[in-house]
């Protein structure tokens, strides 16, 4: 878009953010799904489940009692994050009280408010990859400069210590950890976890802990970050949300957890910028901790699903994902003059089999494409036919 040339120029950091490379392949899965085109879309980041009933049922409760419509603190409620804090102390081992915990608008803007609470510019943020595709825009947008530390699936996509060790420097501020991780679903084991933990502290440096697939693990223990190390707490802010573990990704409710230094901090932007998330999606939660175990153990059917993938697959995809629910399958092998990179595969496959994954490019690493079986039985089985039928013609 332009501007009157003698008006100055619009903001640099805006400027930067990258623009996604997925939308060419989502704008045309829309369009052929609004003519009613026989589209298998296996792209969404959020369950297909139902949310609890529990949940549905506090939320008409809630709607009706007086005050609850009104404004409440910007961190949050103070009785959901108390409920918070407690679940952390009983199920994390994790010592949070209830000013350590801010509630925000989904676990997207908790990462936001996280890096404009630490960052200054020109400081560095180490981003592991592939990353979540805010990350790195995110960073840039307040004015700090995103440094990638590379993984790949031969290695289960787990970070190198020493690789990381290399990456900090004197300016460095903050390492992003996803674990649980999108897109790759690979979980991070203790010695792992201890490592970057070492690193950090050594240098100073933040780690912001995206935990929002913490109950999607099919494979090893989930282990919040905060917990590696008495030392830990201090050091890391713990992202972490409801959307996907209660299947409201358009509530839009999420959390951190941090000292109180940097609670405040981010208290005191988003009541600038927000004011704070939905009252009555809050009220809704509460008690979400009496539940708490029977709405992860309903979460089972993923790890059968994953499995059912898993079997399918075999020959064409060696990694299987512990964690999370998505596939990230090399697709590189395939790669030709038709289909020189991510974005011409799932093209291609939109094109010939009507199947719709996202590009691997968005997340950092162009070899792959990832696939997401948050979804029913009956598509992913539909889904992963088309996709074993266009390998097969390729």
């Known amino acids: 878009m332009s501007y009157v040339s003698n008006f100055k120029p619009l903001s640099s950091k805006a400027l930067s953010i990258e623009p996604s490379a997925t939308l060419k392949v989502s704008a045309k899965t829309k369009e052929l799904k609004s003519r009613g085109v026989d589209v298998i879309n296996m792209t969404a980041g959020e369950s297909d489940l139902l949310p609890p009933r529990w949940l549905l049922e506090n939320l008409k409760l809630y709607s009706s009692k007086p005050g609850v419509n009104l404004y409440k603190p910007t961190a949050g409620i103070p009785e959901l994050r108390e409920e918070i804090a407690r679940k952390y102390q009983k199920y994390n081992g ?31 943020v180490i981003v592991i990859s592939p990353y979540w595709v805010s990350y790195v825009e995110q960073v840039k947008i307040v004015g700090a400069k995103p440094v990638i530390l590379e993984t790949d699936s031969r290695n289960g996509f787990i970070p190198d210590i020493n690789k990381l060790r290399e990456l900090v420097n004197a300016k460095t501020k903050a390492i992003i950890v996803n674990s649980p991780n999108n897109p790759t ?69 999420g959390y951190a957890c941090a000292n109180k230094e940097i609670i405040n901090l981010m208290d005191s932007i988003q009541s600038h910028i927000s004011s704070g998330t939905s009252s009555l999606v809050q009220y809704a939660f509460l008690g979400f901790l009496d539940h708490y175990e029977e709405d992860v153990k309903s979460l089972s059917v993923f790890k059968e699903r994953r499995d059912y993938i898993a079997n399918e697959l075999k020959g064409i995809c060696s990694y299987i994902p512990s964690g999370a629910f998505y596939y990230f399958i090399d697709v590189s092998k395939f790669y030709n003059g038709d289909i020189k990179n991510s974005v011409d595969f799932c093209e291609k496959l939109l094109d010939k089999k009507l199947l719709s994954l996202v590009p691997g490019v968005a997340f950092g690493d162009d070899r792959y494409v990832r696939l997401s079986f948050a979804c029913s039985m009956e598509t992913i089985k539909e889904g992963i036919k088309r996709l074993k039928e266009f390998f097969e013609g390729l």
């Open 94 to 124: 994790i010592n949070y009280t209830k000013d350590e915990v801010i509630i925000t608008i989904g676990g997207k803007h908790a990462i936001y408010l996280a890096l404009a609470a630490l960052c200054n510019d020109g400081d560095e």
């Open 185 to 253: 679903g690979a979980v991070y084991p203790a010695q792992v976890l201890k490592g970057i933990f070492e690193i950090a502290y050594t240098n100073g440096v933040y780690v912001i802990s995206d935990e929002i697939y913490e109950n999607f693990v099919y494979e090893g223990d989930f282990i919040s970050f905060a917990s590696i190390d008495e030392k830990a707490k201090n050091m890391t802010i713990v992202i972490n949300g409801f959307s996907k573990s209660h299947s409201v990704t358009g509530w839009r409710i």
